[in-house]
């Protein structure tokens, strides 16, 4: 049981370049979520799904892409990388039980630099 | 949305307990309280969660106050590896309570000290 994994872990781009990030869960949780950690702020979620088929956007989605073709991965596009765009990316994954509690796992992270 | 607050920076001596506290006055009554903690820019680890009464498990305590504006992690013997950014998050329900989400502050830095 690997829970979370996130592929790749460190990439650099150039400005204007595209990149997928791939999370993938073998937990059987209903919910993804993609996020990003900057210096001095907490995590803002950027997009999420709360199940196969289903995306939506969080907190910051502008520049960002997700497709969530099977229940088991979460991918997150960046069409046209922007410096801005630099920052630590985490994926997690609940399972969502109704309207009960739902306790997020996290992925080990990417770090993505735009230069 | 609800927001927590927390000091930015605490020490604990090793061995001892560390009393992490969290204010989140504006909490509604069907808002959760989680608590996350993040070791060296590792993914984010869960901890433990309530909604009003105190909650224990393997890892720590949570007390919550009567009136859920604040609440406090315990960690009752702190070890080295217990040095981490712990996060106070208070999960809110949203679209007539059909979505939630997290809102993630800045933490506490805890430094457990030999």
């Known amino acids: 049981n690997a829970g979370v994994t996130q592929t790749p872990k460190f990439r650099v781009l150039k400005t204007g370049q595209s990149m997928t990030l791939l999370c993938a869960q073998d937990m059987n949780h209903e919910y993804m979520y993609w996020y990003r950690q900057d210096p001095g702020m907490g995590l803002r979620l950027i997009h999420y799904s709360v199940g196969e088929g289903t995306t939506a956007k969080g907190e910051v989605p502008d520049g960002y892409n997700v497709s969530r073709l099977k229940k088991q991965n979460f991918l997150l596009g960046l069409e046209s990388a922007a410096p801005s765009q630099t920052s630590v990316y985490f994926c997690a994954s609940s399972y969502s039980p109704g309207q009960g509690t739902d306790t997020q796992y996290f992925g080990p992270g990417t770090r993505l630099t735009v230069l | 949305d609800a927001k927590t607050t927390q000091p930015p920076s605490m020490d604990c001596a090793e061995g001892r307990a560390a009393n992490l506290p969290c204010n989140h006055s504006?909490?509604?009554?069907?808002?959760?309280v989680y608590w996350y903690r993040q070791i060296h820019s590792q993914g984010p680890q869960y901890i433990i969660h309530?909604?009003?009464?105190?909650e224990t498990n393997e890892m720590a305590s949570l007390i919550i106050t009567e009136d859920r504006k604040s609440s406090t992690l315990i960690l009752p013997h702190a070890t080295l590896r217990d040095t981490a950014v712990y996060y106070c998050?208070?999960?809110?329900?949203?679209?007539?309570?059909?979505?939630?989400?997290?809102?993630w502050g800045l933490g506490t830095s805890l430094a457990v000290n030999p």
């Open positions: 504006t909490i509604s009554g069907n808002e959760y």
């Open positions: 309530g909604l009003k009464n105190n």
């Open positions: 998050i208070v999960r809110v329900l949203y679209n007539a309570g059909n979505n939630r989400k997290l809102i």
